[in-house]
């Protein structure tokens, strides 16, 4: 497993994250023009879309990589190695309960730097108390939510493309 993976992981997503966000903008600019649209604005946002869902398709892959299940025949000294560079580049969270895991994404810079307080809080307590093993594990909820809110973003840009592409179409 590659070391750098977690950060890679997490650059990943912030990048996805803000082609994204930027081609919503570059949408709703487009859209809120009057008169005739400037075709530039139109490709520059659906490149932005393109590049951040991209992003976000190799974010997932590398989530299903790096936090999904081991093999069976990995050693105990793998899975230890595993979880203490999980740990270091502070891709899962520690706590098990609601209120420890709403402090713990909230204090953290990172989810900070993009994703706002309300969404946070949301996402804990919609996502309800996971049990500790099996598919889905507590410690895992940091990257759902960033997954959580990648996919929200590539849904709204794709509404606002279809909107800007049928007032492209009508100039």
Known sequence: MDI????????????S??????AICLFQSFLN??????SAKYYLARNRLEEGCGLMDEVINEAKKFLGP???????????????RLRAFHVIVESQTLDGL?????????????????EVVGFVHDSGNFPATGK??????????????????RKEALELQQKAGEKFQAK
């Open 70 to 84: 081991q093999p069976e025949y990995a050693s105990r000294e793998i899975k230890e190695m595993r979880m203490e």
């Open 4 to 15: 750098n993976v977690g950060k890679v992981l997490l650059d990943t997503a912030k990048k």
């Open 102 to 118: 709403e402090a713990e994404l909230l204090a953290d810079a990172y989810i900070k730097s993009f994703i706002e307080a309300d």
């Open 33 to 38: 023009t009057e008169g005739v649209p400037d």
């Open 136 to 153: 889905r594990k507590n410690q895992n909820l940091k990257v759902r939510l960033i997954i959580d809110h990648l996919i929200a973003l």
């Open 17 to 22: 994250n803000d082609r994204m966000s930027e």
